[in-house]
């Protein structure tokens, strides 16, 4: 080394991350990789005028850039793909949320089936999953109840509207009731079919005071098939109304 010259005599130029180290050949002045300084030490051969290394030294002169969002096993892809699930998950848990909400509040002013609250959830872009544990949830709180529901329905079908057997079991499928619970709920109606049609027709007797028998045998049994009774109980029903009718000095005429 010339003392003289000691400005020539440069420190290793280290990079941050990765790459070769190079430094400045004290002897030659040509830089030299950290692969050189191993080859020395190995006692590989490494030749001073720049030729190319061998050995180990022939590792790629060019590492890839470091990147901050590698992990230090290089997991990019599974870090974000946990990333997305977590967000998935979050974005299905709100929605359920917002669903069984909604739900609720329709619950409070009128009662629904099951598989009418499973159309009401699938609005809401629910996965089967989410629907299952809101139906589970709803039911163990008592918001859901086929059965209780089946009761309602067969009591507003008999005492305020008059409806037959048939057309209550019509209603019941239609709401979505299932099958056994319907038919628990119709085998607890007494087998009263012609007084309530009956009942029904001899309101509406007075009603038909200007027409003549025929026509208002008509209408009368065909009022009573739409409320769910069968054909010869109707015409039954309105036969005996109108004859009641007309016994009673009512008015209806009959030509």
């Known amino acids: 080394m010339d003392s003289g010259h000691g400005g020539d005599d440069l420190a290793p130029v280290i990079p941050l991350f990765g790459g070769r180290t190079e430094r ?21 051969d490494v030749d001073s005028g720049g030729d190319e290394l061998h050995g180990e030294a022939d590792a790629p002169s060019t590492l890839l850039a470091w990147h901050p969002t590698w992990t230090a096993d290089g997991s990019v892809a599974e870090d974000e793909g ?27 002013t009128r009662s629904v089936s099951v598989a009418e609250a499973r159309g009401m959830l699938r609005e809401h872009d629910l996965d089967e999953a ?48 299932p099958r056994d619970v319907a038919d628990s709920a119709l085998q607890a109606l007494p087998d009263d079919d012609l007084e309530r049609a009956l009942e029904y027709a001899r309101g509406k007797a007075r009603a038909l005071r200007s027409l003549d028998r025929e026509t208002a045998l008509r209408r009368l049994s065909g009022q009573l098939a739409r409320r769910g009774y069968s054909g010869s109980l109707a015409m039954n ?14 008015g209806v005429r009959f030509r």
Request: charged fraction near 35%; glycine fraction near 12%; aromatic fraction near 2%.
């Open 24 to 44: 400045r050949d004290t002897a030659g002045g040509a830089l030299r990789g950290d692969a050189g300084a191993r080859g020395d030490e190995l006692g590989h």
């Open 82 to 108: 946990r990333v997305n699930d977590d967000r998935a998950d979050s974005d299905e848990d709100s929605r359920r949320d917002l669903a069984e909400k909604a739900l609720i509040k329709r619950l409070r």
């Open 130 to 177: 989410s629907i299952e544990t809101v139906i589970v949830s709803l039911t163990g709180y008592g918001y859901l109840d086929d059965a209780a529901l089946a009761e309602q329905l067969v009591h507003v079908g008999v005492d305020r509207k008059g409806q037959g057997r048939r057309l209550i079991a019509q209603t019941l499928a239609k709401r979505g009731v």
């Open 237 to 250: 029903a309105a036969r005996t109304a109108l004859d009641e009718s007309t016994g009673e000095g009512s």
